[in-house]
């Protein structure tokens, strides 16, 4: 686990991909910031929304209304723009 930082930063990377996923994927159940840390093993929702904003350079708010304008995009026929965890995820 050296290449990534240790054991802990592999498990809160994995952890932070799988939140990123559930509020970017426009197929998931809506959920509010504490529930998605605690389905992702966070113990709080600051602590949450500190690591996504930290790994990711926006809040999980930011990122779930990136998923709504990508929806939106694509309902109306018009080009979507995906960040690269977002294309990742849906490869």
Not at 8 to 22: M, N, P
Request: net charge positive; hydrophobic share 45%.
């Amino acid at each position: 686990f050296e290449p990534y930082g240790g054991v802990a930063a592999f498990v809160r990377e994995r952890r932070l991909a799988a939140a990123y996923h559930k509020l970017t994927d426009p197929y998931a159940l809506p959920l509010n910031n504490n529930a998605i840390a605690a389905s992702v093993g966070f113990q709080s929702e600051s602590a949450f929304i500190r690591a996504f904003r930290r790994r990711y350079g926006m809040t999980p708010g930011e990122a779930r209304r990136q998923r709504h304008v990508a929806s939106m995009s694509a309902a109306s026929g018009a080009p979507t723009r995906y960040t690269w965890p977002a294309w990742f995820a849906g490869v």
